[in-house]
T-cell receptor, first 112, second 110 residues
């Protein structure tokens, strides 16, 4: 069974641009969560989608948005990029029972 | 944001030594999980705990779910160089989002 797949692995963007990251969960998993990881702030929760609906939301500005498709794949969008958005973005999927979360390898975003 | 207090922040140990790290919270959780993260990779699940008092092992790793449901610890016995990495605790309650500790960076000297 394939694990959580995130694309792309690496991305370089310029300040002011927007970016879309993709996450394909483990087959059968309907919950997808997104996290931002930086050296100073650790793992910060962005939002969680379950069955195409946002179920939980962290404390990030509206520039950070997401969505989930009927096949449970999820995308995360960041608009008007700032230098401080440079981070490793991780997604995690959970299956039936919503207990153990499995992470993808992450997308390393660098904003210049 | 993070609501879990994880300690120690970092550890430098000799190969063969045992390691212990823990997490405490002001909130009660129904599930405690421990992850390990290698540089540039996503966290990998090591152990999941579901009941207060539960003690679970995975090879040289042992973790316990505290009786108060507000804490958990992870022990690594007879450490080896490949144990190097950052270890995170995470707590979850119901359908709420998972909360993470700040991580324990482990260095193992051969």
């Amino acid at each position: 069974k394939a694990g959580v797949t995130q694309t792309p692995r690496y991305l370089i963007k310029t300040r002011g641009q927007q970016v879309t990251l993709s996450c394909s969960p483990i087959s059968g998993h309907r919950s997808v969560s997104w996290y931002q990881q930086t050296p100073g702030q650790g793992l910060q929760f962005l939002f969680e989608y379950f069955s195409e609906t946002q179920r939980n939301k962290g404390n990030f500005p509206g520039r950070f948005s997401g969505r989930q498709f009927s096949n449970s794949r999820s995308e995360m969008n960041v608009s008007t990029l700032e230098l401080g958005d440079s981070a490793l973005y991780l997604c995690a999927s959970k299956g039936q029972g919503n207990t153990e979360a499995f992470f993808g390898q992450g997308t390393r975003l660098t904003v210049v | 944001g993070q609501q879990l207090n994880q300690s120690p922040q970092s550890m430098f140990i000799q190969e063969g030594e045992d390691v212990s790290m823990n997490c405490t919270s002001s909130s009660i959780f129904n599930t405690w999980l421990w992850y390990k993260q290698d540089p540039g990779e996503g966290p990998v699940l090591l152990i999941a705990l579901y009941k207060a008092g539960e003690l679970t092992s995975n090879g040289r790793l042992t973790a316990q779910f505290g009786i108060t449901r507000k804490d958990s610890f992870l022990n690594i016995s007879a450490s080896i160089p490949s144990d190097v990495g950052i270890y995170f605790c995470a707590g979850q309650k119901g359908n709420n989002d998972m909360r993470f500790g700040a991580g324990t960076r482990l260095t193992v000297k051969p």
